[in-house]
């Protein structure tokens, strides 16, 4: 018989001593995680999914994930792949949000102003779909909230040096292509 | 737009995107208000890119249940454990090695079957029962002793001739 996974990491000492406490994982990552997936995805509900889907694999692995900073690179490495491969193999049904900010009252006026930024956001994503793929795998994963180009650099292999010069790029070949 | 213009383009758009602008590009611009107007439109798109870049991927927000959904697939999931999972795959492995090895020598003894002719095999045939005939003193067993005689061939008075 199997206990149920919050009583078995709780009850579970090995677990404890093994690694970061899973539960807590999820708190202090979800978010990232979720934002490098919607950076690739653009999609809530296909980025909630993959990021359900690195928690999972961080579930399996999760008694030889000791070091907190280790674990963080390997979920955001995890995040964009499976972003990633997802993107790959849903282009032709790529459905993008259209509903954010949806929950908050607005007036007509904000309204139309939210609708332009919209767009314009739209409209940045695909120009940045359009990037060569070093350059853009950088400027995806340093969208999420509080990536920095260490981060970045540990989910790619690269030194922090290299991502903040292909950064610099991305963002002047975007630069060029804004009207 | 000159060739100096051009040569500057990059300089621009290092510039516009916060860099230091070189002493070059300085001097260019002190002379070419065309290149200074390009510097300032390109600082106001880099604003621009700056405050939408964010907005591409930071304002997804997990739902609030998605802890406890994560939590509940991890228990579905996790009912089989590793080690559960580990055993399982060693199982089918062993299995698929075995069923690999079971029809190579099928295959193998096929082809050597194949290759025997009928004539040659009834030539070759054999009761199974001569290979107990194949050992040293076959020959003896072949003939029947006389009464009297030894199954070796030596004959009992031989043997027991102090017994006369």
Redesign the interface.
């Known amino acids: 018989m ?1 206990r ?3 009583a ?1 990491v709780s009850a579970d000492q090995n677990w404890r001593s093994a690694g970061p406490d ?2 807590r994982l ?2 202090e990552n ?2 990232r995680v ?3 997936a ?2 690739v995805l ?1 999609n ?1 509900a296909d ?2 999914e993959v ?2 889907e690195t ?2 694999r961080a ?2 692995k999760f008694p030889s994930l000791r070091e907190p900073e280790r674990v963080k690179a390997w979920l955001n490495r995890i995040a964009f792949r499976l972003a990633l491969n997802r993107q790959r193999a849903s282009r032709r049904r790529a459905v993008r949000d259209t509903t ?2 949806g929950d908050q009252p607005a007036s007509t006026g904000d309204e139309a102003a939210r609708a332009n ?1 919209r767009l ?2 739209e409209q ?2 695909e120009q ?1 779909a359009a990037l060569p793929e070093r350059l853009r795998d950088v400027l ?1 994963l340093s ?3 509080g990536m920095s180009a260490g981060e970045v650099g540990a989910a790619l292999g690269l030194p922090a040096a290299t991502i903040r010069s292909r950064l ?1 790029s991305a ?2 070949l ?3 292509r ?1 009207k | 737009m000159s060739t100096a213009c051009t040569e500057q383009r990059e300089r621009l758009l290092d510039a516009a995107l916060g860099q230091q602008p070189p002493v070059e590009l300085l001097a260019h611009l002190r002379s070419c208000p065309r290149c200074a107007a390009a510097l300032a439109e390109l600082r106001g798109r880099s604003e621009r890119l700056n405050s939408l870049l964010p907005l591409v991927a930071q304002h997804a927000e997990p739902s609030p249940d998605f802890r406890a959904r994560v939590l509940s697939a991890a228990d579905r999931r996790g009912s089989k454990s590793p080690l559960f999972r580990r055993w399982a795959l060693a199982g089918f492995a062993a299995a698929c090695v075995a069923v690999a090895a079971w029809l190579t020598y099928a295959e193998i003894d096929g082809r050597r079957e194949a290759r025997v002719v009928p004539v040659e095999r009834i030539a070759h045939w054999r009761a199974p029962s001569d290979v107990f005939l194949e050992v040293a003193g076959a020959q003896n067993l072949r003939t029947i002793p006389r009464l009297g005689q030894s199954i070796v061939s030596v004959s009992v008075t031989q043997t027991t001739g102090g017994l006369k």
């Open positions: 199997t149920p996974f919050a078995a899973f539960n999820i708190a979800q978010r979720l934002q490098i919607y950076g653009g809530t980025a909630e990021a359900q928690f999972l579930f399996r954010w900010h930024e314009l956001v940045l994503r940045i995806q969208l999420a909230e610099h963002k002047k975007l630069l060029e804004m």
